[in-house]
């Protein structure tokens, strides 16, 4: 009996022993678990609810058409400005022959004003030269009726003789007024008549441009659905080109964990695409306006009397290096894991200020807007003469 209790009370020590340890390597396991939260855990916020955005360009014809030839396909890449969709381009062609002939006669027709313009001052001239004749005629003619070698009858025939003259210079003047109103303070090129049919030939010419679809940006395409001989209305989606250079990461953090998140703040990231051996760097470049489901195509109606509250989730753009994006390039929609360094806490949370160099441009347009003013002054050149 007595080896039985000093056996138990040898087996309840080790026990105790045993459990002690095990208490031990827990305390000392929160107490490092504590030292690394105070020391670090809390300055970072993770999420793995977060996505790749990017930039969906749509490939939208500005005219109407039939499609004669459709130059790329889904997964292509197209440089900015490639043509991707060519219009049938015989009814815009026809527009733009009638409006460059039409500028061509208006250019013709204003040059006849400012001849006509010229042929009225030069009978105005001649008009003034008759009437002061007629007043030298009338002043002979007086100064000899006093001496009786002019009769009295001759000179009222010269006085009528110059109000006759002085009525035909008077309508002449008027002439030139009506006249010099067509043509006062202009030129060939800056007449409205010649603007307004210019500005027709510049309206032919980009309907006539555009038939083809150019890329506004370099990416790759996708969503094509585009077929050759469809008769496609103006602002029809025909495609996508995704610029994948410009990515970048909408994490969607609970509402709590955005307390100390400031724009600006370091971030890691992973791609689930590549695993955790590549790591990408980028900053938070800002918030959204409010939370997903305030945004949703059905927001909820939390006026309900069967509300339950549920913790919401923020949008937060998070920017890439760009070099990194070169090394591993990602697609829009990929998932993504990440982690906001917070150390830095200053600042507000949603800054006011605007983002340098935001928004984005597209430049390939501009040159049929060029092509037509230089067709423009070639017509012009071709109908005026030297020097207006």
């Not at 970048?248 to 990231?269: C, I, M, S, Y």
């Not at 791609?271 to 900053?283: C, I, K, N, Q, R």
């Not at 600042?347 to 040159?367: H, L, N, S, W, Y």
């Given at each position: ?29 929160a ?16 999420t ?17 058409g ?12 197209v ?7 060519e ?11 009638q ?16 001849a006509?313009?010229s ?45 006759s003259?002085?009525?035909?210079r008077?309508?002449?003047?008027e002439?030139?007024?009506a ?7 202009t ?40 077929q ?24 969607n ?5 955005l ?15 590549y695993?955790?051996h ?21 927001p ?6 069967n ?13 890439l ?22 150390h830095s ?24 807007e ?19």
């Amino acid at each position: 009996m007595a080896d039985n209790e000093q056996t138990g009370s040898k087996g309840n020590g080790k026990r105790r022993r045993v459990l002690g340890l095990i208490a031990f390597v827990f305390l000392i396991a929160a107490a490092g678990y504590g030292a690394w939260w105070a020391l670090s855990g809390r300055y970072y916020e993770s999420t793995d609810d977060a996505y790749v955005g990017g930039n969906i360009v749509q490939i939208t014809p500005q005219v109407a058409g039939t499609v004669i030839a459709v130059r790329a396909e889904d997964t292509d890449f197209v440089k900015a400005g490639q043509p991707l969709v060519e219009l049938d381009r015989a009814d815009a062609k026809v527009a733009l022959e009638q409006a460059e002939a039409q500028l061509a006669r208006t250019v013709r027709s204003v040059r006849n004003l400012f001849a006509t313009d010229s042929q009225i001052a030069a009978v105005v001239a001649q008009r003034d030269t008759e009437l002061a004749k007629a007043r030298e005629d009338l002043a002979r003619r007086e100064r000899a009726s006093g001496s009786g070698a002019v009769s009295a009858e001759e000179v009222q025939h010269a006085r009528d003789a110059i109000r006759s003259a002085e009525a035909v210079r008077n309508a002449a003047r008027e002439q030139l007024s009506a006249s010099r109103a067509l043509v006062d303070r202009t030129t060939v090129v800056d007449h409205p008549d010649v603007q307004s049919a210019a500005a027709r030939v510049r309206e032919a010419y980009l309907a006539y441009a555009r038939t083809t679809l150019p890329a506004p940006v370099s990416g790759y395409v996708a969503r094509r659905s585009v077929q050759v001989g469809q008769r496609v209305a103006a602002g029809a989606p025909l495609m996508a080109v995704v610029p994948l250079e410009d990515v970048w990461v909408d994490a969607n953090f609970k509402e709590g964990q955005l307390v100390h998140v400031r724009t600006g703040q370091p971030v890691t990231l992973e791609a689930d695409l590549y695993g955790g051996h590549v790591e990408y760097h980028g900053t938070v470049a800002g918030f959204g306006a409010g939370t997903g489901a305030a945004f949703a195509l059905l927001p909820p109606q939390n006026a309900t009397g069967n509300w339950i509250k549920v913790v919401q989730r923020v949008p937060v753009r998070i920017a890439l290096d760009s070099k990194e994006l070169a090394r591993h390039p990602l697609q829009v929609g990929l998932s993504m894991r990440v982690e906001v360094d917070t150390h830095s806490r200053e600042g507000v949370r949603m800054t006011a200020d605007p983002r340098k160099a935001a928004g984005q441009a597209t430049a390939v347009f501009e040159a049929q807007e060029k092509l037509a003013d230089a067709r423009v002054g070639e017509i012009i050149a071709a109908n005026r003469p030297q020097g207006r």
